[in-house]
């Protein structure tokens, strides 16, 4: 699980190195999500499993899909703006989302307990983003952090649908359909908008082959991983931006402030504190 969350970090490092190069931020998600797709349509193949789904689960499997392609969209969007470890920090709070919305949604009992955990997130966040005025790129905070947090809102939906309305389709399954849904939806709507722009020399091409690699050499590790661990154990994902965070600083230079690496601990020691409460 610490491998899945480095590999993810990686995927992200390697996106602001396409974007820094020319890549747009839609052929990223059209490239990745394509090469993803068409990889698990080739593994799933192998290993036998139908391509069915039920006919009362397609519509909300194609509402996870659009939703997925908007968190994708959003997310790459904000790594474009920001330094990529506060674009996914921000993101990050989509598991307190997640419980919020269940809570508001009758599916859970409120726990007063885990509103700490809650507001050692939003703590953390706020000194995570402290971001000096005259830094580089500080400008571009406000809309990095929008499309960062309508990143972790579509995610929040997507867990919200993933545990309740498409519990009986195969995770691997439902992995390949919002997939496949969402390289379709990138591909038509950048390319009728115009959104498609290709790396202008070999670091950006280098960017987006290696951000597509790690994204699949993930998911493949994380369909590996998670029968064979406890479910304690992946909150061992939550290293993704502190590991994020280490792979800016060494390949892109990017400074963090004490206060910054701080805040980070807390949004992630946070989460990893409410999924154990959780469980």
Same mark, same amino acid.
């Given at each position: 699980m610490l491998a899945v969350g480095c590999l993810f970090a990686s995927n992200h490092l390697n996106a602001r190195i396409a974007f820094d190069h020319?890549?747009?931020? &839609?052929?990223?998600?059209?490239?990745?999500?394509?090469?993803?797709?068409?990889?698990?349509?080739?593994?799933?193949? =192998?290993?036998?499993?139908?391509?069915?789904? *039920?006919?009362?689960?397609?519509?909300?499997? =194609?509402?996870?899909?659009?939703?997925?392609?908007?968190?994708?969209y959003c997310l790459y969007s904000a790594v474009s703006l920001i330094p990529p470890a506060l674009a996914l920090l921000v993101f990050q709070t989509s598991p307190v989302l997640y419980v919020l919305l269940t809570w508001t949604l009758g599916k859970e009992q409120p726990r =007063?307990? @885990?509103? @700490? *955990?809650? /507001? =050692? @997130?939003?703590?953390?966040?706020?000194?995570? /983003?402290?971001?000096?005025? &005259?830094?580089?790129?500080?400008?571009?905070? *406000?809309?990095?952090?929008?499309?960062?947090?309508?990143? &972790?809102?579509?995610?929040?939906?997507?867990?919200y649908l993933n545990a309740n309305a498409l519990k009986p389709i195969d995770g691997r399954l439902r992995t390949f359909a919002m997939t496949a849904i969402t390289a379709s939806i990138i591909v038509i709507v950048a390319t009728a908008a115009g959104l498609q722009s290709l790396p202008k020399d070999g670091l950006g091409w280098m960017g987006l082959a290696f951000l597509s690699c790690f994204y699949c050499a993930a998911m493949m590790l994380l369909f590996y991983v998670l029968p064979r661990v406890p479910s304690t154990v992946t909150g061992a994902m939550n290293i993704e931006p502190i590991a994020l965070l280490v792979l800016t600083w060494v390949f892109l230079g990017y400074t963090v402030t004490p206060l910054q690496a701080m805040g980070a601990l807390f949004v992630v020691g946070a989460i990893a504190w409410l999924g154990l409460m959780k469980r």
């Open positions: 020319g890549t747009s931020v &839609g052929t990223a998600v059209s490239v990745r999500a394509t090469f993803t797709a068409l990889l698990l349509f080739v593994l799933m193949r =192998l290993q036998g499993i139908r391509f069915t789904i *039920p006919r009362d689960l397609r519509g909300r499997a =194609l509402l996870a899909g659009v939703l997925i392609a908007t968190q994708s =007063l307990p @885990a509103l @700490a *955990p809650m /507001l =050692l @997130a939003l703590v953390g966040l706020a000194f995570a /983003l402290n971001v000096r005025p &005259g830094s580089a790129g500080a400008a571009n905070i *406000p809309a990095g952090v929008a499309w960062a947090f309508a990143s &972790g809102v579509s995610m929040t939906v997507v867990y």
